[in-house]
């Protein structure tokens, strides 16, 4: 049998310079001389217990390491507390009792201009603002409160149920500024009025305050109102036998205008999520 021959089944041919057989394989080994175990594969499916709990805006992952390991989290009712535990998307994970959403939260922060109504959408093919943040996130994102169709200024949107509902909620007392425009110039008389507080059709109103704004007409005021009932600024003059010609939300929850041109949107910073979840 030949060299070829010998090649062929398998068999290993000595190298005529140095003397050393070819091995035709060789197994893998770890640095200690074991023999490797095959990697794992991730499964797409699971994610990591600390991470969930960052993604659905509850803290970093380094805080929810320490949440984890103090039983302050459970998973499909069980608590866990180890470190590095994976879950499914579809698990029911809670922390303190509340269930959290693995979407990621977002605010967004909208100068709104005229002409758009306050809604997701309309049977009447009117525009909504929604069209004016389609582009800000992939979230599902409502409206917070209400402006009417021809009110501009500031509308937050947000995923985040918990906030919407602390924000719309008339106890928390959330601060709202106005620039109101009137067809006719506010007597003194009345305003007092405004201040002392109405009795309109469906109760009485108090303003928190209400001044002619320094430098213009008397056709302008501003008026702060921690109201949410539905045209509540736009009623409160009307009442008196005025009518609002122009009607724009300047800040709302210590938000304000600043650098955010009418039509344009943008992110919450940080800091100012802090600070409208910290609200009373």
Same mark, same amino acid.
């Given at each position: ?32 001389? #074991? ?50 535990? %994976? ?5 029911? *994970? ?7 959403? &693995? ?5 967004? /922060? &909208? ?12 049977? %009447? ?37 918990? &906030? ?9 007392? *959330?601060?709202?500024?106005?620039? *109101?425009? &009137? ?7 009345? /305003? ?25 007409? #008397? ?38 205008? #600043? ?16 600070? /409208?979840?910290?609200?009373?």
């Amino acid at each position: 049998m030949t060299r070829s021959d010998n090649n062929r089944k398998g068999r290993p041919s000595k190298n005529t310079k140095g003397g050393n057989q070819q091995k035709p394989f060789r197994k893998h080994f770890s640095a200690k001389g #074991k023999q490797a175990e095959p990697q794992k594969k991730s499964n797409p499916d699971e994610i990591r217990l600390n991470r969930y709990i960052a993604n659905a805006g509850i803290c970093s992952r380094r805080e929810a390491d320490t949440y984890i390991a103090a039983g302050n989290v459970t998973v499909n009712g069980k608590p866990v507390t180890e470190m590095g535990y %994976k879950v499914k998307r579809s698990d029911d *994970v809670r922390f303190d009792g509340k269930k959290l959403s &693995l979407e990621k939260k977002e605010y967004i /922060l &909208l100068n709104k201009p005229k002409n758009f109504i306050t809604t997701t959408s309309d049977e %009447k093919g009117r525009r909504t603002v929604m069209e004016l943040v389609s582009s800000a996130s992939k979230a599902r994102l409502m409206p917070v409160g209400r402006l009417d169709r021809n009110t501009t200024g500031l509308l937050l949107f947000t995923n985040d149920g918990d &906030l919407t509902k602390k924000l719309t909620h008339p106890k928390h007392g *959330v601060r709202k500024i106005y620039h *109101v425009h &009137l067809d006719q110039s506010l007597s003194l008389a009345d /305003l007092h009025k405004i201040e002392a507080g109405l009795e309109l059709e469906d109760g009485p109103v108090e303003v928190d305050s209400i001044s002619f704004i320094q430098g213009a007409p #008397k056709k302008e005021l501003g008026i702060e109102i921690h109201s949410g009932r539905n045209r509540i600024v736009r009623r409160i003059f009307e009442h008196l036998g005025y009518q609002v010609t122009k009607l724009d939300r300047v800040i709302f929850a210590g938000l304000t205008k #600043k650098d955010l041109p009418r039509g344009h949107w943008r992110h919450l910073t940080e800091q100012e999520v802090i600070n /409208l979840k910290n609200i009373k």
